[in-house]
Protein backbone atom coordinates (compact mmCIF):
# COMPACT_ATOMS: atom_id res chain seq x y z
CA UNK A 1 0.00 0.00 0.00
CA UNK A 2 2.65 2.47 0.61
CA UNK A 3 4.53 1.75 -2.88
CA UNK A 4 0.86 3.17 -4.11
CA UNK A 5 1.30 6.36 -2.04
CA UNK A 6 4.91 6.73 -3.05
CA UNK A 7 4.14 6.35 -6.92
CA UNK A 8 1.19 8.62 -6.64
CA UNK A 9 3.10 11.46 -5.13
CA UNK A 10 5.92 11.05 -7.45
CA UNK A 11 8.50 10.65 -4.37
CA UNK A 12 12.01 9.26 -5.02
CA UNK A 13 13.50 7.18 -2.31
CA UNK A 14 16.76 8.15 -0.68
CA UNK A 15 18.95 5.31 0.24
CA UNK A 16 21.01 6.48 3.79
CA UNK A 17 24.69 6.06 3.72
CA UNK A 18 25.93 3.91 6.47
CA UNK A 19 29.16 4.75 8.60
CA UNK A 20 32.29 3.62 7.41
CA UNK A 21 33.58 0.78 10.12
CA UNK A 22 37.21 0.14 10.94
CA UNK A 23 37.60 -3.08 8.49
CA UNK A 24 39.56 -5.53 9.82
CA UNK A 25 42.56 -6.63 7.89
CA UNK A 26 41.69 -9.96 6.27
CA UNK A 27 44.49 -11.94 4.43
CA UNK A 28 43.27 -14.39 1.78
CA UNK A 29 45.63 -17.76 2.11
CA UNK A 30 46.01 -19.07 -1.36
CA UNK A 31 44.40 -22.93 -1.66
CA UNK A 32 47.48 -25.00 -2.19
CA UNK A 33 45.58 -27.93 -4.01
CA UNK A 34 44.46 -25.43 -6.78
CA UNK A 35 48.04 -24.17 -7.23
CA UNK A 36 49.27 -27.47 -7.44
CA UNK A 37 51.37 -27.42 -4.18
CA UNK A 38 51.85 -30.35 -2.19
CA UNK A 39 50.40 -28.99 0.96
CA UNK A 40 52.36 -31.17 3.26
CA UNK A 41 55.67 -30.13 1.93
CA UNK A 42 55.56 -26.17 2.18
CA UNK A 43 57.72 -24.01 0.15
CA UNK A 44 60.58 -22.84 1.23
CA UNK A 45 61.73 -19.51 -0.25
CA UNK A 46 65.32 -18.34 -0.14
CA UNK A 47 64.97 -15.87 2.76
CA UNK A 48 63.26 -18.61 4.95
CA UNK A 49 64.21 -19.44 8.70
CA UNK A 50 65.58 -22.71 9.14
CA UNK A 51 63.72 -25.93 9.38
CA UNK A 52 62.91 -26.62 13.22
CA UNK A 53 60.51 -27.96 15.30
CA UNK A 54 57.21 -25.93 14.76
CA UNK A 55 55.59 -24.26 17.30
CA UNK A 56 52.05 -22.92 15.22
CA UNK A 57 48.96 -24.30 17.21
CA UNK A 58 45.81 -24.98 15.45
CA UNK A 59 42.04 -25.04 17.34
CA UNK A 60 38.68 -25.08 15.98
CA UNK A 61 35.81 -23.11 17.67
CA UNK A 62 33.09 -25.38 19.29
CA UNK A 63 30.63 -23.08 17.57
CA UNK A 64 31.66 -21.43 13.95
CA UNK A 65 31.25 -17.75 14.04
CA UNK A 66 28.44 -16.30 11.62
CA UNK A 67 28.59 -16.01 7.55
CA UNK A 68 31.59 -19.52 8.63
CA UNK A 69 31.37 -23.06 8.06
CA UNK A 70 34.12 -23.55 10.39
CA UNK A 71 36.60 -21.34 12.45
CA UNK A 72 39.44 -21.22 14.74
CA UNK A 73 42.10 -19.94 16.07
CA UNK A 74 45.46 -19.90 15.52
CA UNK A 75 49.06 -18.82 16.73
CA UNK A 76 51.69 -18.57 15.39
CA UNK A 77 55.73 -19.21 16.12
CA UNK A 78 56.37 -15.90 17.08
CA UNK A 79 53.57 -16.03 19.59
CA UNK A 80 51.12 -13.93 17.58
CA UNK A 81 47.41 -14.88 17.52
CA UNK A 82 44.87 -15.10 14.38
CA UNK A 83 41.50 -15.88 14.12
CA UNK A 84 40.80 -17.90 11.07
CA UNK A 85 37.85 -19.00 9.34
CA UNK A 86 36.26 -20.71 6.18
CA UNK A 87 33.34 -18.88 4.70
CA UNK A 88 30.48 -20.63 3.22
CA UNK A 89 32.16 -20.74 -0.18
CA UNK A 90 34.87 -22.60 1.06
CA UNK A 91 37.57 -19.79 1.11
CA UNK A 92 40.31 -19.31 3.66
CA UNK A 93 41.07 -16.15 5.30
CA UNK A 94 43.17 -15.05 8.41
CA UNK A 95 42.63 -12.39 10.77
CA UNK A 96 45.55 -11.30 13.07
CA UNK A 97 44.61 -9.82 16.20
CA UNK A 98 46.96 -7.54 16.15
CA UNK A 99 46.52 -4.57 12.92
CA UNK A 100 48.82 -5.36 10.25
CA UNK A 101 50.66 -8.74 11.79
CA UNK A 102 51.73 -10.64 8.52
CA UNK A 103 52.68 -14.49 9.74
CA UNK A 104 56.04 -15.60 8.19
CA UNK A 105 55.84 -17.98 4.73
CA UNK A 106 56.98 -20.95 7.27
CA UNK A 107 54.40 -20.17 9.68
CA UNK A 108 51.84 -20.18 6.65
CA UNK A 109 52.37 -22.96 5.42
CA UNK A 110 52.47 -25.24 8.94
CA UNK A 111 49.27 -23.61 9.61
CA UNK A 112 47.82 -24.85 6.44
CA UNK A 113 49.22 -28.15 6.83
CA UNK A 114 48.11 -28.10 10.36
CA UNK A 115 44.32 -26.70 9.72
CA UNK A 116 43.83 -29.37 7.14
CA UNK A 117 44.58 -31.78 10.09
CA UNK A 118 42.92 -30.35 12.57
CA UNK A 119 39.51 -30.03 10.35
CA UNK A 120 40.34 -34.10 8.58
CA UNK A 121 40.30 -35.40 12.69
CA UNK A 122 37.54 -33.00 13.30
CA UNK A 123 34.76 -34.86 10.62
CA UNK A 124 35.09 -31.53 7.65
Known amino acids: MSVFLVDDLNLT ?71 WYIDMEGRPGVVPRVPGYRPSQPDIADFQTKLDLVLRQSGY
Open 13 to 83: LQEKEEPKKAEAVVEELPPTEAAGVDATEPAAPADAVPAGPSNVKVEIDALAREATMVSGSVTFSDGQLAD
